[in-house]
């Protein structure tokens, strides 16, 4: 029997997606894109754009694109798409609606910066790249298709103020006449270009420290915590059978596993605030980042478990 692992059953999901119009007008009218004028043309590109850069390792398993576009915020990528396609109606309502919390995301990122500091400015200095201004002029260059819907506008939108802001930190200390630990003056850094259209040279060592922050975390985790993240997350099992393994009520496991995910994200953050010690602001993108490329791979994480699922399947398909 084939596996999802197999070549053979994959499918490309672009082509799979243009061939499906019927799921194309469904998630159309439940962006409710139409309120923005967004042709549903416009939209289908959008949802290929998030297809191939969520596959872009190679075709996906049959059913996975439909299960990845459930997962989308939609309605957020409607909106992008239609600013992005220069619809006023979606563009009234974004700045009405996200200006006082871009200004406020900013507020909270530059707080105690002594580099670029004034959060009004970086919020509304990101407004211009949203629309795509190029010599006083719109252009093609609107940080919106970059948006491709997996995280939420707003938390896609405070990552790219911390972007920019922790540019601006490393384009001011080129300046600074800093020394070395060993007395001797630093190496400048490279130029930056303050764009964060442009991909992040240290986007890297962020999910390097992001899954390193995982991991440890989940290693200090207690034994039945550990076990409940490795149920569903790794074996897919069900809150309903979750709760029969543990002798919980279904309730109680979906209670607990929100538990386990806030105290987890904390560990994480306190974990990344350690040495080396990163920033708010860099902590915002480690978490961004990997909600992009979903580098995490929970069976690595529990390897006990899936090397024993492994054999076990092994068994069954002898």
């Given at each position: ?56 390792n190679g075709g996906a ?43 406020s995301a900013a507020g ?211």
């Open positions: 029997m084939p596996h999802d692992s197999d070549p053979k059953t994959h499918v490309k999901p672009v082509s799979s997606l243009r061939a499906s119009e019927a799921q194309v007008a469904s998630l159309y009218a439940q962006a409710g894109a139409a309120a923005w004028g967004l042709p549903q043309s416009e939209f289908a590109k959008a949802l290929e754009r998030s297809a191939r850069k969520q596959f872009a398993a049959p059913g996975r694109l439909e299960e990845y576009l459930g997962t989308l915020h939609i309605e957020d990528l409607a909106l992008a798409s239609a600013c992005l396609a220069g619809c006023e109606p979606a563009w009234e309502f974004f700045v009405r609606e996200h200006r006082g919390y871009l200004r909270a990122i530059t707080k105690g910066s002594r580099v670029g500091a004034d959060a009004r400015e970086l919020a509304d200095s990101l407004f211009a790249e949203l629309f795509g201004l190029a010599d006083g002029k719109r252009g093609e260059r609107s940080l919106f298709r970059y948006f491709h819907g997996r995280s939420s506008l707003k938390t896609w939108l405070r990552a790219i103020l911390a972007q920019q802001h922790i540019n601006l930190i490393r384009e001011s200390r080129r300046w600074e006449p800093l020394e070395s630990g060993d007395g001797e003056a630093p190496k400048p850094l490279p130029p930056q270009n303050t764009s964060s259209a442009q991909i992040d040279p240290h986007r890297k060592n962020y999910l390097a420290r992001f899954q390193n922050a995982l991991e440890n975390s989940l290693a200090a985790r207690a034994h039945d915590d550990r076990r409940r993240l490795e149920l569903y997350y790794v074996r897919g099992k069900t809150l309903f059978e979750i709760g029969r393994l543990l002798g919980e009520h279904e309730s109680s496991v979906s209670r607990n596993l929100e538990r386990v995910r806030g105290e987890l994200r904390a560990a994480v953050e306190a974990y990344l605030r350690g040495t080396p010690p990163l920033s708010d602001a860099e902590i915002a993108l480690c978490f961004q980042y990997a909600a992009e490329e979903v580098p995490i791979d929970f069976r690595q994480l529990f390897p006990e478990r899936s090397s024993a699922k492994s054999s076990a399947g092994r068994k069954e398909s002898s």
